[in-house]
């Protein structure tokens, strides 16, 4: 378009439209399309583009030493309109940091700032957000600059790309891509997320073990780059079977006649495609890897899996064992629409509703002894609450037992002693300290018995629950951190409240 | 000691004393000590080692398919005391399993397997240990022993180990060290342990820019070995100062003519030493980094950070989260003795039972209108115990956007908009929900809408102090993940039984 098409376009524009084609003219552009507007215009439009250019440096500066304050200043520039500014702070930042300043804007202000991303890093800010956002953000481009965007992302990035799209853009996503890429991406696709196949790479150098060091080194110089994260090339037979690993370190140390045969590690184990990835990633921390390669059932080499997307995935796992423990989905947009949220949480409220509702049934059960001892109803809550703490403890503790190997079958009965024995003396420990702040407030020696009780019973429960429970659900297959710590309090609130007052039934009324 | 003498001693010893002696006979004089025992002891002593030498394959076989029965196995051989055996099962496993082994025995058998560890693979297992029983086990070794042990360990492991143990057996251990590996050793001491300093290796090669490729490639072959994770050398001018990186990948693509100076890459930037460990963890994640330089104020390279070292910060991080929720350590030792436990977890408990109490005192101040209607003494732990869900799940996310710098001054009033409207939706349904079920209870219209009127508040309230908590503790310098859940119980428990018990007051009685 001519810049006096457009400069004509803009006049006749409202101001908000305005500014949004204001947004689209490039930078080069701009000179000559100012040329062709009034005054007044030139000074509102101009004004946008020379402050972007001014504030450069300040959003420079801004990334590395406050990035608390970006947050604000895109969300001013956006309340503004002015985009540009957007796109020129958003230009300095690193890809995952543009990932972060949009996870913390509001669905509409994000996708403004989304559409100020260049399409040549949007991929690479979108292997960066969390599934929910990924998703949305991915299905706000055109297909083709969701396609182009793409491009230069390595494969495995691409695979969670496309597993967290919906099944049609996901397919079309796939077909746009051409070639041999077009062949790894989908053998890479038919791995589960969480396995070995999930997180595996389709780019490895592979070399045969009978060349010489120099074979491999003029053939390197043919390729002039390395696949990023490359520390070994993968050594292979003549049918792809994996047979050891040649690091690049070896191969600058030593003699260029060297046969691979006799310079290759072949105590770098390789993974078999349908290992766990929990199982992986503590064979990366075990072992020190940066690579690693992934054969298949007959040991072919598939791939290999780096460090970087195991790094990935224990953050992820961390992330996820503190979010599921309040029943919270660590992939969810913290700025999805209030109802969107509301019924997510809901769910993990009427859980627990129904364990507060078998709490209170059992102290229905007692009604009228509280009628008599109202003492009772106001210390109850500090038998179920005690309870709860000491239970939780247990229960964190096996539960890193089982994660980390502790915790095992040759095991567990010594535990057990163990658990009883420190429930035992902080029950009695406790039990004395409540007994006698319960008998100096209600002046009553009885109650300061049957607490002194009920609490000594409730930290034995807790002591057994937090141990039971954890076991129990992994024999099921069940996650024990998902769904251990709501079964532990209905144990301890329904022991407690249970021992307590049916104590006080028997012995005080 | 000749064979013979060996055999007399073994025969004059009680059969306790003479298992031990036996384990010290080592395999390849065992035959000529057995010509010399009589055919009992042959059978007792050779049983022993012959099984041991027979299992092999099966303790092999264990490691791979089935780790869960090896603390089993070693439990089983320490108790029936075959040390020899145990040495054996430990000798085919990674340093990092046998340290997962040593931490899942109680700490006699947990000694009694570590003096069967071999003393060069000691220390590496010490450093897969956590703090509590690396230290107690480092001080079990005598010193020849322990500085044996060491020898072959990175200095960033060895530092680890030095700063977990008491300060004279520490000290202890720097003087053993010898050369060039004590300086630099002392200088990273120097630096705190959760710093860039704290976590770096003093490792790095260095070259200069001016030099051609082709002469490093020559200094590396006269090196024969690069340091482990070594993915890149640093490039430092004649003071030192840290200039870019040359990829190992570069040297091997690129012309053997071209000089540091064209191939290096600036854009890998340097940490600075005082950089705090969870900023570095960050970097390296959004960056995919496998090492970077780490420099003073000055800018002259003190040395390297690489990415296992990185793996270990995240995963400690995510265990020490998960723990101190419990009010656990992360570092302590699962099997410490009873009593040193008991008194870890009392100091949780007793914190919670002050705010147990406090909420009791609010239910004390309502004592008579309890004593009136009976029913709200049943119901109030359900207000309570929603407030505490709900709150928890606004305090996680807010914590973890404060991690991942989601949540900034910029969009925290967003935020509190969106919580406080999840909560009124959230409090709306289930304050009917729980209304409609006490009416149905109880039969009293009244006790429904004071209850459906508690939990809204309850709810409003608990979204409230899951916001400010964290953002008042991260103000105050003070880590939102350990207090804020106690703290926020406070919040929900008072304003739970307050506002119920309250309204009850006014309205029903």
């Known amino acids: 378009m001519h810049p006096a098409k457009i400069a004509g376009l803009l006049e006749a524009l409202e101001p908000g439209q305005r500014t949004a084609v204001w947004q689209q003219v490039d930078a080069g552009?701009?000179?000559?399309?100012l040329a062709h507007l009034n005054a007044e215009l030139v000074r509102q439009?101009?004004?946008?583009?020379?402050?972007?250019?001014?504030?450069?440096?300040?959003?420079?500066?801004?990334?590395?030493?406050?990035?608390?304050?970006?947050?604000?200043?895109v969300r001013e520039a956006l309340a503004a309109g002015k985009l540009k500014r957007v796109g020129k702070i958003l230009h300095h930042m690193h890809p995952a940091k543009v990932a972060a300043l949009l996870e913390?804007?509001?669905?509409?202000?994000?996708?403004?700032?989304?559409?100020?991303?260049?399409?040549?890093?949007?991929?690479?800010?979108l292997t960066y957000l969390h599934d929910e956002i990924c998703t949305a953000l991915a299905l706000e481009l055109e297909h083709d600059d969701l396609v182009a965007s793409v491009q230069r992302l390595e494969l495995d990035d691409l695979v969670d790309l496309i597993q967290s799209l919906p099944d049609e853009p996901g397919r079309e996503l796939v077909h746009a891509i051409g070639g041999a890429r077009r062949a790894q991406l989908e053998s890479m696709l038919s791995y589960p997320e969480d396995s070995a196949g999930g997180i595996m790479n389709a780019d490895p150098i592979v070399v045969r073990a009978d060349v010489k060091l120099n074979t491999v080194l003029r053939y390197l110089r043919l390729l002039e780059n390395l696949p990023a994260q490359t520390d070994v090339l993968m050594v292979v037979d003549r049918k792809g079977h994996y047979q050891g690993a040649l690091r690049l370190a070896t191969m600058?140390?030593?003699?260029?006649?060297?046969?691979?045969?006799?310079?290759?590690?072949?105590?770098?184990?390789?993974?078999?495609?349908?290992?766990?990835?929990?199982?992986?990633?503590?064979?990366?921390?075990?072992?020190d890897l940066l690579s690693a390669p992934v054969v298949d059932d007959e040991g072919v080499l598939l791939g290999r899996i780096t460090v970087d997307d195991v790094v990935d995935l224990i953050r992820e796992d961390s992330d996820r064992a503190v979010m599921q423990m309040a029943g919270l989905?660590?992939?969810?947009?913290?700025?999805?629409?209030?109802?969107?949220?509301?019924?997510?949480?809901?769910?993990?409220?009427?859980?627990?509703?129904?364990?507060?509702?078998?709490?209170?049934?059992?102290?229905?059960?007692?009604?009228?002894?509280?009628?008599?001892?109202?003492?009772?109803?106001?210390?109850?809550?500090?038998?179920?609450?005690?309870?709860?703490?000491?239970?939780?403890?247990?229960?964190?503790?096996?539960?890193?037992?089982?994660?980390?190997?502790?915790?095992?079958?040759?095991?567990?009965?010594?535990?057990?002693?163990?658990?009883?024995?420190?429930?035992i003396l902080n029950g009695l420990l406790w039990a004395a300290v409540v007994a006698l702040l319960a008998v100096l407030w209600f002046g009553n020696w009885g109650i300061g018995g049957v607490i002194a009780a009920a609490i000594l019973i409730n930290l034995l429960a807790a002591a057994l629950a937090g141990l039971a429970i954890p076991l129990l659900l992994e024999r099921m297959g069940i996650d024990p951190a998902l769904a251990g710590s709501v079964i532990l309090t209905t144990v301890t609130d329904v022991v407690g409240f249970f021992a307590f007052l049916g104590l006080a039934t028997v012995l005080l009324i």
């Open 29 to 33: 552009s701009e000179a000559r399309v």
């Open 329 to 423: 989905d660590e992939e969810a947009d913290m700025f999805a629409p209030v109802l969107v949220s509301s019924r997510r949480r809901a769910v993990w409220l009427g859980i627990n509703l129904v364990t507060a509702f078998l709490a209170a049934w059992v102290i229905g059960l007692f009604e009228s002894t509280l009628q008599d001892l109202v003492a009772l109803a106001v210390l109850m809550p500090i038998v179920a609450s005690m309870g709860g703490i000491a239970g939780s403890q247990t229960l964190t503790l096996v539960i890193r037992g089982l994660a980390l190997g502790q915790v095992q079958k040759g095991n567990t009965r010594l535990l057990l002693n163990r658990e009883v024995g420190v429930s």
């Open 252 to 287: 600058l140390t030593a003699a260029p006649e060297a046969r691979v045969a006799e310079l290759m590690d072949t105590t770098l184990a390789a993974i078999p495609v349908n290992t766990a990835a929990g199982e992986v990633a503590r064979r990366f921390q075990d072992l």
């Open 104 to 125: 913390a804007l509001p669905p509409p202000e994000r996708k403004a700032a989304w559409s100020m991303v260049e399409t040549d890093r949007a991929g690479k800010v």
């Open 45 to 73: 439009l101009a004004g946008d583009s020379a402050e972007a250019a001014h504030e450069l440096p300040e959003a420079e500066a801004a990334e590395h030493h406050d990035a608390a304050t970006q947050v604000q200043a």
